[in-house]
């Protein structure tokens, strides 16, 4: 089975500072990534996805994320951090073999501080 | 236009109650998903659709009785519920088609079960 993996439970951060938030996967085959934010009592929005192509994924609301093959690893980036990106952020991994479900990590609570 | 919306947003039952969550989209998907989240925790797939037809069912208990009147809808019928079904439950929706995979959230709704 695919599997991600989210090795910090939170992270913080001061106003202006680079964010990263970590997430290594496991797979079998070519993997499609994804990157999901919510907000306290909403649903998940989609902010970016890796399918194929070049290593370096930009999505929505200034995010980027690096795809690394030999590292297993798909990092969430912004630039500068804003106190309006403090979120839990998701990280999931789609299962083909399981009817395109989406599986996911164990998220990962950003707080960012003015 | 990438909207799910769902009914009602937040909804109390007690355990003998007959209750209905209801989703739509028009983004012409024609998968479409119910989840159930527990606070701070990764959603929880519960139930897929593709074509209308009930593809995965997570073995989710009878209680909870899926249902898609049409490739729009989405409804989820909630009888006899346990206290510990209280959670957000989410509905989601995805084309599953070229690389075209993510899917897209609704704002979830609020379930407390009495």
């Known amino acids: 089975a695919q599997s991600v993996a989210q090795p910090e439970d939170q992270v913080n951060v001061a106003e202006g500072n680079p964010l990263t938030v970590k997430c290594t996967y496991s797979?079998?085959?070519?993997?499609?990534l994804f990157w999901y934010v919510q907000y306290p009592n909403r649903g998940l929005q989609f902010l970016l996805k890796y399918i194929t192509g070049d290593n370096l994924v930009k999505g929505s609301y200034g995010f980027e994320a690096e795809f690394n093959k030999s590292q297993t690893s798909f990092h969430l980036k912004k630039p500068s951090a804003l106190v309006s990106d403090s979120a839990l952020y998701f990280c999931a991994v789609r299962e083909k073999a399981a009817g395109n479900k989406l599986t996911f990590g164990g998220g990962t609570r950003v707080l960012v501080k003015p | 236009d990438t909207e799910v919306t769902q009914t009602p947003k937040h909804l109390v039952m007690g355990m003998t109650n007959k209750k209905s969550l209801k989703c739509e989209q028009h983004m012409g998907h024609r998968a479409m998903y119910w989840y159930k989240q527990k606070a701070k925790k990764p959603p929880e797939l519960m139930f897929v659709?593709?074509?209308?037809?009930?593809?995965i069912n997570e073995s989710v208990p009878s209680r909870f009785s899926p249902e898609c009147p049409n490739s729009s809808l989405l409804n989820l019928h909630l009888h006899a519920l346990q206290p510990e079904d209280s959670a957000l439950y989410l509905c989601?929706?995805?084309?599953?088609?070229?690389?075209?995979?993510?899917?897209?959230f609704g704002p979830g709704t609020r379930l407390t079960v009495t």
């Open positions: 797979v079998s085959g070519n993997p499609y």
């Open positions: 659709y593709s074509y209308e037809k009930l593809s």
């Open positions: 989601a929706s995805s084309q599953n088609s070229g690389t075209t995979y993510e899917q897209y």
